[in-house]
Structures are given as C-alpha cells and as structure tokens.
C-alpha cells in the first residue's frame, strides 16, 4: 500500500496508466487525500491524456466511465467553481464534439404540450419530490408528462406518478452502458412524440401561489420533509403565525434556509429528522451514550 511521502514519478505513473487509468485516476485521489500535492499533479496530468486519448479514439463508452472515475477522484475533492472549470476544460469541448456525432433527428412532436423529465435513478429524494408536487398541480389540459428512467426504478417513484397520471418509460434491463442509455432516450422520444426534455440531476425549486399565509403553510407542509423554512415579512404577527404552524427543525424569519449557528440545536422534523438535535447544548446528548451501571455488595 502506498503512504504518504512514498510519491511516484512521472514515469511510474506513466506506465500504470497504460495498464489501467482508472487505477492511476484512484491513487490521484488517494495522493491527493493523503496531502502528497505531487504525485497527485502527476496522476491528474496523465488521467486527463488518458481521457482525451479515448476521445480522440471515439471510444465514448470508456471516456464516459473514466470521466466519471475523474470527478469521484479531483473534481469533488474542492468544492469551488474555478476549480470545476479547471477540471473539465481540457477535453470539455473535444467531449461535446463526441457526442455530437451520436446526434440523430427527432421525429416531429405529436404535440408541443408533450414534456419528458429525465430522471438519472428513481430514487425518492428532494428533487424527484418536488416534480412530484409539479405534476400533482400542473395544468393536464396544457401538459403532457412523462417521467423517463435511465437506471432502474424505485417502485414508490413510477407508482405515484402513475397514480398523477403521469407515463412512466424506462431503460429496459439489463443495463448496457450510458451510451445505449442514451440511444434508447432517443428513440423513446421519438416513439412517444415529446417536444421538450427537461434533464432533473439536480435539487430543483418550485414556486407556488398561495391565496394567502395559512394557504402557504399548508402548501410547503405537504411534504415529507421538514429541515429548514423561510419566511420574508415586515409583518410580526404573521412572522408570529408561522412559527409554531411551519413543519421544520431549522425556522428562520427574513433569511435564507441555508446556514446554521454552531451555538443553536440543529435537525430537522418528518423525513428530514433521525430524531435527534446537534450543535450548541443539545450536542451533549448527541455525543453522549449513557451507560446504567449497577453494583451489588
């Protein structure tokens, strides 16, 4: 096993690389972890030649997986914008031009009100929960949904939005790779006539109007979850109402829901809760397991 002070030289990590990059794109990670800046450089330097060797070899499938393998190992490691673009810049566009050669024409839509959300999984989480809670609400003489799987489905997911009277289509099993994924996107689209594809890899935003306070409330507990809520009033007696009616660990009045003092108890209520609070006092029960100790003469 490697240790930290035991770097590689460029060499040593040139010839890993030709037996397997994804092996050299895991000890850039493991390098970069342990603090050893220089052969993390290295391993970064020769996985990006690796990567666009396989595009320029039109191997999609294989510069898909090792893109992948790439984030897992440096993107992620420092979460900032510049250090994103620095990543993905060197082959951004000779990827982008890749996937152009597998574009093909779409046959005309059956209607523009056709909409295709893809879902990357089907597993019930925040963002999969608020385009739930679109479609519930949405306008089915202006709309037509369908929700698109490309990895398999969670059951609860393609059961309530049928139950919404919303198709589901999805990626027949076994699974091929995320270019055969894509391929059967395509003609999934064309089979079904959809006009619009919205891509949901992300937390989303939903805006509601509500008649008025007791409106909203109702609108925003009418979820499973409850970790943080928000309220922007010149109003103390409606910042008053809402208090104690919002369904969420984390209230704040005139702020944004994000951020938490490290002095003030923290967790959520519903789905967003494992029944505890951290931080401040609360963090001596957290972080304590109390122990029953009985002796007998």
Not at 7 to 22: M, T
Request: net charge negative; glycine share 8%; hydrophobic share 40%.
């Amino acid at each position: 096993m490697k240790h930290r002070g035991d770097r590689l030289s460029g060499q040593q990590v040139a010839a890993q690389l030709q037996e397997d990059p994804f092996a050299v794109c895991r000890l850039g990670g493991e390098a970069l972890r342990a603090g050893d800046v220089i052969t993390a450089r290295k391993a970064f330097e020769e996985t990006v030649r690796a990567l666009r060797g396989l595009i320029h070899a039109r191997d999609a499938e294989t510069a898909l997986a090792l893109e992948f393998a790439f984030y897992e190992a440096f993107v992620k490691a420092v979460e900032d914008e510049e250090h994103y673009e620095r990543c993905f810049a060197p082959w951004r566009d000779d990827m982008a031009a890749l996937g152009r050669t597998f574009s093909r024409p779409l046959a005309p839509p059956r209607s523009p009100r056709g909409i295709g959300f893809v879902v990357h999984n089907g597993a019930v989480l925040g963002h999969t929960e608020v385009l739930l809670r679109l479609l519930e609400f949405r306008d089915r003489a202006k709309v037509e949904a369908c929700i698109y799987l490309l990895d398999p489905s969670c059951p609860d997911l393609a059961r309530r939005a049928r139950a919404l009277g919303v198709a589901v289509d999805e990626f027949p099993q076994p699974a091929q790779g995320v270019v055969a994924r894509l391929q059967a996107l395509h003609e999934a689209f064309a089979r079904n006539g959809d006009s619009t594809a919205v891509w949901l890899s992300t937390p989303v935003l939903a805006a509601f109007t509500a008649d008025d306070l007791d409106h909203a409330i109702a609108l925003a507990n009418a979820t499973p979850y409850g970790l943080s809520a928000s309220l922007f009033t010149r109003d103390i007696r409606s910042a008053l109402h809402y208090i104690p009616r919002i369904q969420a660990g984390l209230v704040k009045v005139n702020g944004e829901t994000t951020g938490v003092d490290p002095h003030a108890p923290f967790g959520g209520m519903k789905g967003s809760s494992s029944g505890s609070r951290e931080q401040g006092p609360a963090a001596r029960d957290f972080y304590t397991e109390i122990k029953t100790v009985q002796i007998n003469p």
